[in-house]
Structure formats: C-alpha cells, structure tokens
C-alpha cells in the first residue's frame, strides 16, 4: 500500500467517524426528547421521496444525471431540524439500491464498494450537521419558525450552501491528500459546478416543504412525483434506444475497417487526432466531445460502398472513385435519424469537403467557411491516411506527411486547424487510441 493511499484511508476513517459521531448525537438528542406529535407519515414520505431520488437520478443526457435527493433534504430541515434530517438520510442510505449500467443487476453500494460509500456517507452526514448548525442559526437570528417567508428562503439558502460546500470540500481534501494536486487550485475549478445545485435545490426543498404542511400535503406530492417519475421512465428509455443506436452504427463502421488489414483502427486514431486538434484549438469540452463522437463515425457511410472497391489494391476507376465520394452523404443519411447535434453531422457530410470549396459532397460550404469540426477531421483524416500503409503505396515517414500538410494548407485543409495539429504533433501518440471508445456518453441532442 503507498503512502498516498494509506493517507487516504485514514481520512475516509475520520471522515466516517465524524459522520457516524453526527449521527449518533442527533438519534440521542431525539431519544431524549423526542418531538410531540411527529408527523410520522410526512417523515415516512420525505424518506421514501430521499430513497427515489438517489435510486432514479435525472437523465439530462445519455450517461449524463442530475441527484436531487438533497432536494427532500432540505424540505426536511425546513420541516422538522437538523435532528430529524440527519437520521432520515442515514436510514435512506441504508434503503439505496443502485443499478450497474453495464449489467444492468441491482445492488446494495455498502456492499459493492463499502471503502467508497462510507466516505460518501460519511461526508454526506456531516455535511448535513454542519449546514444543520447554520440553519439553526440563522433560523435563530432572522425569527424562522415555519411556513414560506424571507426567513425560510433565509435559512434554506445558508443551509444549502454550508452543506453542499462542506461536501466539496471533503471531497476536495480526499484527493489532496493522495497527491491530487493543490487545494485552492481545485476549489476554484468545483466552486462554478456547485451553483446549479444550490440554485435549484433552495426552491424545490421550500416547494416540497411548503406541500407537506398543508393538508393532503402528501396526497398532492405523490400526485405531483407520479407524472415526474414517469417522465423520467419515458427519458431514459428513449436515451437507451438512442445509444443503442449509435453503438451499433458504430459497430457497422468498425465491422467494415475490421476487412481491410489497411484501415483497421482508422476512425479510432482519427478521433484521437481530433479530440487533440480541438483540445488545442481550447474549443468547449461538449464541442471537444461532438467531435471526437463525429470522428469515430465518419466513415460509417462506407458501409454502401462494394468491399471490392474498398480493398482494392491499385488505382480506381472513374466510377468506382463515385462510388466512394458518394460515403459521406450515405453516412450522413445513416445518423440522421440517431438525432445527433450538427456539430457531428456537419463532420460526418463535409470531411472530404476542402477548405477552398472543392472536395466532395459538391454542394457545401463556400471556400474559407468550412465548419470547424469537419476541417479537425480533415486534417486529422488525411494524417493518418498519409502515415498508414496501403495496398497501393507504403506509409510516409512523420516528416513527409508534415511536409504535405504544410503544402495543401490553405487550399485542401483549414490553415487554422493545420498549424494547431503540427504544434501538438510531437506529442501526440496515436497508440492511445487503441482503447476502446465510449460512444453511449453522447451529448444532450438540445445542442444540435
């Protein structure tokens, strides 16, 4: 065991026993005195509502949720105190049951990965006791006593940003203290990430709370949860038919490179290529990723292309090259339905598109307008077709290739994108692309 991991071990240890020593302090204090007249059954619905939103987060994209089970945390604090609060999430814990989302089986997490839950847990405990106090606090100082005012939204707000910055920063100092790097440095990357979720979760736990305390209160949010929840379903299934989808369009395209002993790997190397290009260009990390996804599919539309002509081993004739230059529009027309955002589907049309107006498809953007994404692929295309072997020629050497590039940029390639890949290019190594390629982790198709 190193030493980074042997400091990190005792840190989930104390950060465990401070979550465990939170806990046991609030089910004492409510066994000494306990709240006359608990609303048992609001308690019941405000677990379960905790339980629901840990084991069915918000799909907002394939591979890509939002947890809102802090929302019924904080209707929690609103409605019955840091006391009631800790011990309900302690017990909603226990009651998780999370699925895996490559076998799809259900599982206990103190079981799966007891090490990780109960940093989790543990974080998570002290956390909510740590906002507890500033809730109370504050509910002190500003006169909160129930019901929806400025000193509800008051106390909630001071609750939610102690308890969701103490998480952070546990979180934070678990990885520092494995050599994960500085901690200011990695508090000012987290600190923009956490404003949605105190954003959101401030009104949603008054909403909930202000429900709960009026009668029928939990009548009317099952009512309102029941529709949520099978939206939810709907979403997830359609993100589900939508990865399968594209997993099997991509698998077509690696079915087809997997004949030629020439073009194996290509779209692979290709999409690593061009995440760098666009890593380089400090284009936005959901562009970075359209990118790499458009890379991965470009050459699906070889698909409607004869093997005879793909492998063959001399020249082509006139038709046969028609043939081929018909491959980015079959491709396109093969991922439209997939509803993918225009980024990857202007990559996939134009790759073969030149910079200065030729190149095929004929009809597409005017010479210097090329989009951005088909001008990485490109580049990143012509690459490594140029430092490949073929049946018809052997691969040229890094420097010729360099040399090419150099020639066709500004007529065939975007300047802009050849002067970013020969700056990065004695760094990069095209052995990293062998991995495999998660495509289910596709972007919200809102961006198209």
């Not at 604090?77 to 089986?105: H, I, N, W």
């Amino acid at each position: 065991m190193s030493q980074d991991h042997r400091r990190q071990t005792f840190y989930i240890a104390a950060l465990a026993l401070c979550g465990g020593a939170a806990l046991a302090l609030c089910a004492l204090r409510l066994y000494l005195a306990p709240p006359a007249g608990f609303p048992w059954l609001e308690a019941l619905t405000l677990a379960v509502l905790c339980v629901l939103a840990r084991d069915l987060p918000i799909y907002i994209a394939q591979g890509k949720t939002m947890d809102i089970s802090f929302v019924p945390v904080v209707a929690c604090m609103l409605s019955f105190g840091p006391e009631v609060t800790v011990v309900l999430y302690a017990l909603c814990c226990l009651a998780t049951v999370l699925q895996d989302p490559k076998t799809r089986r259900y599982y206990w997490p103190l079981l799966h990965a007891p090490r990780k839950e109960l940093f989790n847990i543990g974080n998570i405990l002290f956390s909510i006791w740590l906002g507890g106090l500033a809730f109370r606090l504050t509910a002190r100082l500003t006169g909160y006593t129930g019901g929806l005012s400025w000193q509800a939204v008051a106390a909630a707000g001071v609750f939610a940003c102690t308890a969701i910055f103490a998480n952070l920063v546990f979180f934070i100092l678990y990885y520092q203290v494995g050599g994960g790097g500085a901690f200011g440095g990695l508090l000012r990357q987290n600190l923009a990430g956490i404003l949605p979720n105190v954003v959101c979760t401030i009104p949603l736990g008054l909403l909930v709370s202000l429900v709960l305390q009026r009668r029928s209160g939990v009548l009317l949010l099952v009512l309102f949860m029941a529709p949520l929840l099978l939206a939810r379903y709907s979403f997830k299934l359609y993100l589900d038919s939508r990865s399968l989808h594209i997993r099997t369009v991509a698998c077509l395209s690696e079915a087809i490179e997997a004949k030629d002993p020439y073009t194996r790997g290509h779209s692979r190397r290709v999409a690593y290529y061009s995440e760098q290009i666009a890593r380089a260009l400090r284009l936005p990390g959901g562009t970075v990723y359209q990118i790499k996804v458009a890379a991965l599919l470009h050459d699906v539309g070889k698909i409607g292309i004869d093997d005879a002509v793909l492998r063959k081993p001399g020249a082509l004739t006139s038709a046969e090259y028609d043939q081929v230059k018909r491959h980015p529009e079959v491709g396109r027309r093969i991922i439209d339905s997939i509803h993918l955002p225009s980024t990857v589907t202007d990559g996939v049309l134009y790759h073969h598109h030149r910079f200065d107006g030729g190149g095929y498809p004929e009809e597409g953007p005017a010479p210097g307008e090329l989009p951005l994404c088909p001008a990485i692929l490109a580049v990143a295309d012509c690459y490594d077709a140029m430092t490949s072997d073929r049946p018809y020629r052997s691969a040229m050497s890094r420097e010729q290739a360099e040399a090419v590039l150099r020639e066709v940029s500004g007529s065939q390639l975007d300047p802009r994108v050849v002067e970013a890949f020969l700056r990065i290019l004695p760094d990069l190594d095209p052995g990293r692309a062998s991995g495999d390629a998660d495509l289910s982790l596709l972007l919200d198709p809102a961006g198209a």
